[in-house]
């Protein structure tokens, strides 16, 4: 017998509430004392990278500072050591650094739920009714292409085993029946307009018994998850190594910025402050996404990016389940079975959500990642007993329990582009920004951030800048 732990369909409350809440603060920086992940810190070595470049001399000078080491930040990186690497005018190198706040990859990246499974055509019929349907499909494009390039990476270099990617069937699952209605608004919607929904499989209730265990229809496609920090780690390493001789990248962590400052010269437009130093540099990335408004004030608030809180279980199986990622109650919760080591008899299992439980807002507006909410945590423990019957034990604590931070936006798309303050429009030339993923970061901050690579690589080498044809116009700043 099913019981569900969460309310059902409140996608619609918290927009309102998003949209509602005008006097939300500005972000602050990261906080100290964050709850451990198990990516952070499910193994002894899980984080090499943890503390690297945190003590001695900072540099004072640089061509490019960004400021973030999530998926961003890492991203960005490796698009420029990429594109500087095949540029041949280059005679001394390009330096940027990476500045984190934090350990290595220690904000949504390292504490999110391991899915790489876009999103196929799940909200088309929303996304052509406010955008059009060309942007509605580049939606899809620029996550095809994120996951595809990711895949491929993964692939070349040989990192099956070392990011644990592991290629799953990703399963919708409905639990209230305007879901389906919903999603087959969607498909309909995205089959008019020529969107490829090869593989795609519906699942009725009795299908989903008998594959599954569960007695609700669902709706099934190609995924992935991975762990995310070490996939982020291995792409540090090829940026740092591309080639030295172009573009030299260091990382910097436990060193917040607390302020970006005007410069010293007109090369040198930007200064970039922290508790070790200062640098002065031409370029600025923010990728900084929940905590963007700390350093640009102007960005908080719902036309700006939100940040939330969600908290994600690592829970024991009561049973093998099929390798299988799974996404429910319209995305509020998400989980999937990790790969079975040789001395576990069942998966852990990574699940988050619980955001409706959260209070009246939602865990909007608070960047304090070091607290876990007990009411999310009871619906969190609550949930796959209730709707696996008999593959999840009722009861059982979680073996790690930790909160991450969001950064949500009122269109629910992120920001990519230079940075535009309309109060100063020609005050921040250099700075550029990729945030707000809104929960949906993994299938889209990589090619967000080669977005804003591409867009410095035009600058400095006086080029000009094409949009990718994947690219959803209305993400880029110039056009919000
Ligand atoms: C609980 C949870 C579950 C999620 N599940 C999924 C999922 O399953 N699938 C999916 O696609 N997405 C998921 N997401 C969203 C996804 O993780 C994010 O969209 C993505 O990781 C954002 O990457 P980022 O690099 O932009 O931000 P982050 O990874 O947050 O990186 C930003 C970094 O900037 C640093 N920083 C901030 N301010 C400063 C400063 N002033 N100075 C120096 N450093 C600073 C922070 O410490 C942080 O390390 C989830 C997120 C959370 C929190």
């Not at 927009?15 to 451990?36: D, K």
């Not at 005018?89 to 940027?96: C, H, V």
């Not at 942007?135 to 491929?152: C, N, V, W």
């Not at 109650?329 to 955001?355: A, C, H, M, S």
Request: glycine fraction near 10%; proline fraction near 6%.
């Amino acid at each position: 017998m099913s019981s569900i732990s969460v309310p059902l369909l409140k996608h619609h409350d918290t927009q309102e509430t998003f949209t509602r809440t005008t006097n939300g603060a500005r972000a602050t920086l990261p906080v100290p004392n964050s709850t451990r992940s198990f990516w952070l810190y499910g193994t002894p070595d899980a984080n090499p990278l943890a503390r690297e470049g945190s003590t001695g001399d900072l540099p004072s000078d640089v061509d490019i500072c960004i400021i973030g080491s999530g998926i961003t930040g890492v991203s960005a990186a490796y698009h420029l050591a990429k594109l500087f690497d095949g540029h041949k005018d280059i005679d001394k190198p390009l330096k940027a650094v990476i500045l984190e706040a934090r350990d290595f990859c220690s904000g949504a990246t390292g504490r999110n739920g391991g899915h790489l499974s876009p999103t196929r055509f799940l909200d088309f019929a929303r996304l052509e009714a406010t955008y059009g349907t060309d942007e509605a499909k580049r939606q899809h494009a620029l996550e095809k292409h994120t996951a595809q390039s990711l895949i491929d990476i993964i692939k070349n270099g040989g990192l099956e085993n070392t990011v644990d990617y592991v290629p799953v069937d990703h399963v919708a699952i409905f639990l209230a029946e305007q879901e389906i209605e919903e999603a087959r608004a969607d498909y309909s919607t995205a089959e008019a307009a020529d969107l490829d929904l090869s593989g795609i499989e519906w699942l009725n209730k009795d299908a989903m018994q008998a594959e599954y265990g569960t007695s609700f229809a669902g709706l099934r496609y190609g995924g992935a998850n991975l762990w995310p920090l070490k996939l982020v780690s291995e792409l540090y390493k090829l940026a740092s190594t591309q080639n030295p001789s172009k573009f030299e990248l260091a990382l910097h962590t436990n060193t917040p910025v607390t302020a970006v400052g005007p410069g010293s010269s007109p090369e040198r437009r930007w200064k970039v402050s922290t508790p070790r130093g200062n640098i002065s540099c031409s370029y600025v990335l923010h990728a900084t996404n929940a905590y963007a408004s700390y350093l640009l004030p102007h960005m908080h608030g719902p036309d700006g990016i939100v940040p939330a809180r969600g908290q994600v279980v690592a829970l024991r199986a009561n049973a093998t389940p099929t390798k299988t990622s799974w996404w429910g109650n319209q995305g509020f919760e998400y989980w999937f079975p990790r790969p079975v080591e040789d001395t576990e008899k069942y998966p852990l299992v990574i699940l988050g959500g619980g955001r409706e439980v959260a209070g009246q807002n939602f865990g909007y507006y608070t960047t304090d990642d070091s607290v876990i909410n007990p009411e999310v945590g009871k619906a969190l423990r609550n949930f796959l007993p209730g709707i696996i019957p008999g593959k999840y034990e009722k009861g059982r604590e979680p073996e790690m329990e930790w909160a991450g931070i969001m950064g949500f936006t009122k269109l629910g798309d992120p920001f990519v582009g230079p940075v535009i303050d309309k109060s100063r429009p020609e005050e921040l030339q250099g700075q550029y920004i990729s945030a707000g993923y809104s929960g949906i970061g993994m299938t889209r901050a990589y090619a967000c951030a080669e977005v804003i690579a591409g867009m410095v690589f035009a600058d400095i080498t006086k080029t000009s800048w094409t949009k990718p044809d994947w690219l959803p116009r209305h993400y880029l700043t110039a056009e919000r």
